[in-house]
């Protein structure tokens, strides 16, 4: 038997340009179908319990979750969360401003960027709901949380996660990064002097997006994402990425719509191998519709 053809690795035009083409807003990110059926409320509220299982004191609000005793230093700490191939803001707005104090999110796809910023902005100027979508099915949301009374902040970054580095969000790993914007917090209007972008982040979180990456890539934004952990014993990486299916080995599906990769389990993992990193846990996110791909949430470091 011929041994079987290489896959096509992504090409990052290819892939801007298919997003491009689609609407800037949850339905064009997700899709309509995903909409209708409330995924990403259970998406969201699934993310936020895996982080506090792994972090408690990001908890807010006293809990069983929640420790009795948060050190001083780490209560009175401003937490920082990066968000790489973000969208339109959805995993930002849904999840990380509800757990940190600033957020860096970076996208590549221009109106995607576009209506991130907007929705910011918006949220900014105290609009009591944000409106978005298409015509058809528009989109109205609350504002962000914390962005109105400075209390958090969210940075907007266009970039490829090929170009941008997390360990020097102001310079990236190449000139391609572009710094657009910051709404709520900052630092000049604290205590703190000095900007503190480039200051490293507790969280990692990349969620449907690493699939634009070829293995390569991948294995070398990893590597830059470990070195941006402000704390190596705390900090954490997170991937929550579609699963294809596989026969105890490592296996990906090319979807030539897109230009995208989608992993099996052991690819996942070789690739964390590869790049130095050990999964710390690993669960699957339940709720979903049926007939869709197994989708897996990895903390790693």
Same mark, same amino acid.
């Given at each position: $038997?011929?041994?079987?053809? @290489? ?5 990052? #035009?290819?892939?801007?340009?298919? +997003?491009? %083409?689609?609407?800037? %807003? ?14 990403? &409320? ?9 982080? $506090?299982?792994?972090? @408690? #004191?990001?908890?807010?609000?006293? %809990? =069983?979750v929640r420790p009795l005793h948060v050190p001083e230093e780490l209560a009175n700490k401003r937490t920082r969360a990066l968000d790489?191939?973000?969208?339109? /803001? &959805?995993?930002? =707005? ?7 104090? !600033? ?37 109205? $949301?609350?504002? +962000? ?5 400075? %209390? ?6 266009? =970039?490829?996660?090929? !170009? *941008? ?5 102001? =310079? ?9 914007? &910051? ?5 000049? #209007? ?10 490293? *982040?507790?969280?990692? +979180? ?10 390569p890539d991948l294995v070398a934004f990893f590597r830059r994402s470990k070195a941006a952990l402000r704390d190596p014993s705390r /900090? ?9 299916? #596989?026969? /105890? ?13 989608? &992993? ?38």
């Amino acid at each position: $038997m011929p041994p079987l053809e @290489p896959l096509p690795e992504p090409d990052v #035009e290819d892939g801007i340009k298919y +997003w491009e %083409s689609q609407p800037a %807003s949850y339905d064009g990110v997700l899709g309509k179908t995903f909409i209708a059926r409330s995924l990403p &409320r259970v998406d969201a509220l699934g993310s936020r319990q895996f982080l $506090m299982y792994l972090i @408690p #004191e990001l908890c807010t609000i006293p %809990s =069983a979750v929640r420790p009795l005793h948060v050190p001083e230093e780490l209560a009175n700490k401003r937490t920082r969360a990066l968000d790489v191939g973000a969208g339109v /803001g &959805r995993v930002t =707005a849904d999840v990380l401003l509800h757990l940190f104090s !600033d957020v860096v999110l970076v996208e590549p796809v221009e109106p995607f960027i576009a209506e991130a910023l907007r929705r910011g902005r918006a949220s900014a100027t105290g609009a009591t709901s944000i409106a978005g979508g298409t015509e058809e099915n528009p989109e109205a $949301m609350a504002p +962000w949380k914390g962005i109105r009374d400075k %209390s958090k902040s969210v940075t907007f970054i266009q =970039a490829t996660l090929q !170009d *941008f580095d997390p360990a020097r969000p102001t =310079a990236g790993a190449s000139s391609k990064s572009k710094v657009l914007a &910051r709404v709520g917090y900052s630092p000049a #209007e604290s205590d703190s002097a000095g900007d503190d972008l480039d200051s490293g *982040f507790d969280v990692v +979180w990349c969620q449907w997006c690493l699939g634009a990456l070829s293995d390569p890539d991948l294995v070398a934004f990893f590597r830059r994402s470990k070195a941006a952990l402000r704390d190596p014993s705390r /900090g954490l990486i997170v991937v929550k990425e579609n699963l294809c299916s #596989e026969s /105890g080995e490592p296996r990906a599906v090319f979807d030539e719509s897109d230009s995208s990769l989608t &992993r099996s389990d052991l690819a996942w993992k070789k690739a964390f191998a590869d790049a130095g990193l050990r999964v710390i846990h690993e669960q699957v996110q339940h709720g979903f519709p049926e007939g869709l791909y197994t989708v897996k949430m990895y903390a790693l470091r």
